[in-house]
């Protein structure tokens, strides 16, 4: 069986990932790089073993699928040349600049039966992963996403950056319509917002308080649901989730469970359960895109779609608006 044709735009450092990463999956063939800083095509292109392209158009001739991981502000452009090629996208979030141009890409992807997956990588972190089989229908939420300063990534509002990760996976687990938003934000040391915080009401009643920094002095990366009858706490730098929850006491909590004690009050006698789900061995940008060519492969839906991908920019665009409006207002 031949190999998939597999291409990398942009190899920054995300890019120069991508590539390493499809060079070791066993079903891609990885064609070749392109970059618009050559000398950095021929640098990835030589560690990895393929051809660097001068151009996206020579690239385009060769492959049926692309990863783009160049600045956000140019996937509509380059998306766009790709999928009316007829050429599957594998787009870093955020899928495009504004929720127009994510829009305007779904609409050319129909059109061309072309499929798009977006790098929302955290939905491959281990510790959530290590939850499928549990029943998540969180009505709280609370997360943190705290980084250190990186100029590198100071060209979008730290809700676009960092924010949008979190967004996404409350958004995948909640499944209800956001109602309302209420957010505050600084810029301290760049010209965008460096700190924001967030507070998302959904129709469900489930409130989710997102915390975004890139000026920690700590690195945090951590998420907590809580449901009925359950507390379930996410460490994504660790890959590791804890779940709290109440039994019917008759002790069936699997084996790595732990009995922490018992609630005798009410009808039915509660236990309450400690326990640590096994984690996933998996690195989770192989994984990801190990799925994106599995959909087109199997001609099933990606994992994020871009309409997902969409939906997340839409809130993360909410936000910063319900923000400028306050500064406005000051």
Request: with cysteine.
């Amino acid at each position: 069986m031949s190999k998939f044709p597999v291409g990398v735009i942009g190899v920054g450092h995300l890019g120069s990932l991508h590539a390493k990463m499809l060079a070791g999956i066993s079903s891609v063939e990885l064609v070749g790089v392109s970059d618009i800083d050559f000398s950095r095509t021929e640098t990835v292109a030589k560690e990895v073993g393929v051809k660097a392209f001068e151009s996206l158009d020579e690239l385009l001739v060769h492959v049926k699928a692309v990863t783009i991981a160049t600045p956000t502000s140019t996937h509509f452009a380059i998306a766009s040349k790709v999928i009316e090629k007829r050429i599957h996208a594998f787009i870093e979030k955020p899928i495009t600049s504004s929720v127009e141009e994510a829009e305007g890409l779904i609409r050319l992807a129909r059109k061309h039966n072309v499929k798009i997956q977006v790098g929302h990588i955290e939905r491959f972190n281990p510790a959530l992963l290590a939850l499928e089989q549990y029943e998540l229908k969180p009505m709280f939420v609370e997360s943190h996403r705290l980084a250190q300063f990186n100029p590198r990534g100071t060209d979008v509002a730290v809700v676009l950056d960092l924010m949008i990760h979190d967004i996404d996976i409350i958004l995948s687990l909640v499944q209800s319509p956001v109602e309302k938003i209420d957010a505050n934000g600084v810029a301290v040391i760049s010209d965008t917002i460096d700190i924001a915080n967030a507070r998302l009401q959904f129709e469900n009643g489930c409130v989710a308080n997102v915390t975004a920094s890139r000026i920690s002095q700590k690195k945090m990366r951590k998420m907590r649901l809580f449901q009925r009858d359950a507390y379930i706490s996410l460490d994504f730098s660790e890959g590791l989730a804890e779940i709290y929850r109440l039994t019917d006491g008759s002790g069936k909590a699997g084996s790595s469970a732990m009995m922490l004690g018992h609630i005798d009050s009410g009808k039915v006698k509660k236990t309450i359960v400690y326990e640590q789900p096994e984690m996933k061995e998996v690195n989770a940008l192989k994984y990801e895109l190990e799925l994106f060519v599995g959909a087109i492969l199997h001609d099933t839906k990606p994992v994020v779609t871009a309409e997902e991908a969409t939906l997340a920019l839409r809130i993360a665009h909410d936000i910063m608006e319900k923000i400028n409006r306050q500064k406005l207002a000051l």
